[in-house]
């Protein structure tokens, strides 16, 4: 085949012009690296203003608008009008980094800080001082790099602890990092409560901040401002649906999940009613929602605002809506109903094995686009696990539905046991909506 206008290139010059991409592919990766390098900090810092606080970045207010960004590329969350990018650890910092100022977001970044849950011995000074080491290495290594906004000191502490012997360490770590690092904030994230506020305060001064995480406790956002943290600045490092420990439940105790058109009037409302007041009162310093991406916690859909193959969910466009004010031009689909056997997902559903039962799921595209269905169905989720900690996920059942691409399908129930019957529908444009329903089976 021949080139418009000449002749093919010989072997010789296709080889040189591959070795001159090469070579500027190089050059400029080793450009980059060396303006990293030598990169001069962004100082960030708490100021009091009016009768709140604020964060200064570059001398310039800056209110976090960011999420907790996993496995998704950070393009998405600036596109969408966030700000900035929170994470858990320290093992793709660099990457992490480098990525957020590619795309001009910032990172409130997850120091390595383990939980007693995990057998961490706050009272083994051996085990105390090797993590302070790698505390140590990790603000050394990305302290200069100007996408830092703050440092994490551990997730969740809370959850397990034996006393406040650990926010001793947190207080010790701060002080440690304020001496490396004089040009960011430090702050640790903890569950909602009122009790473990009242520990770090009381054992951890030298933060910066404190950030808390809230699901369906979302809901005493004004309590938290006014009375928890009142005189004292905040963020929200974590915020989201209804969490499955506060969720309805089924009478065999499997939590009932919103869809994810409940779920994006969700994030819409709780932004824009409890996050954004105390915002512009200066009460809080910003907010990161939970998860810009997919995980796998009791359900692989719960905290996810994209799917398990990456595809958005309404609730992104919820927060493109709540961050810049504008709709996305073409939106998630709309779901009316999941149903199973003529049921919903709170209605207790249960089936006889080996009986065969109808399934629907009913949507509507706002841009009237086409759709297309599948269908899984997986074994209730039997985790215990505690703070969103680790959860393989949980492989699905085949061979039972009819045909899993279609809006209505025919199920034949599994052995007696319990299960969860999931729906998506997807437009063109890999927008998706989801739902699932929870269901037990018996024997005939």
Known sequence: MKRRGGKMPSPQARELRHKARVL?????????????????????????????????????????????????NYRTLAERGGNSVRTWGIETAGRDLDEAAKNGLTVALGLPVAAERWGMDYDDEEQVVAQRQRVREAVERYRNHPALLAWIIGNELNHGMKDGRVYDEVNALSRMIHELDPNHPTTTAITAGEEPIEVVKEHAPDLDFISIQLYGALALMPRYADEWFAGRPFMVTEWGPIGHWEANQTAWGAPVEMDSTAKARRYLDGYRELIEPVLARGQCLGSYVFLWGQKQERTPTWYSLFTPSG????????????????????????????????????????????????????????????????????????ATTDGGDYEPAIPDIPGLMDDPTRPTITLQAPEPGTYRLFAYASDPKGNTAHANIPFRTTGP
């Open 24 to 72: 500027r592919t190089t050059l400029l990766f080793w450009t980059l690296a060396a303006s990293l390098l030598h990169a001069q900090p962004i100082e960030v810092k708490v100021v009091a203003h009016g009768d709140g606080f604020q964060l200064l970045r570059g001398g310039q207010p800056y209110v976090v608008k960011g999420a907790g960004v996993v496995g998704v």
């Open 311 to 382: 595809q958005p969910t309404a609730a992104v466009d919820a927060m493109q809506l709540a961050w810049s004010g504008q709709h996305a031009p073409n939106q998630a689909p709309v779901i009316q109903a999941m149903r199973l056997d003529n049921h919903t997902a709170n209605s207790n559903v249960t089936l006889v094995a080996g009986g065969h039962y109808h399934a629907e799921f009913t949507i509507h595209d706002p841009n009237g686009d086409p759709l297309t269905y599948r269908w899984h169905l997986k074994p209730e989720s039997t």
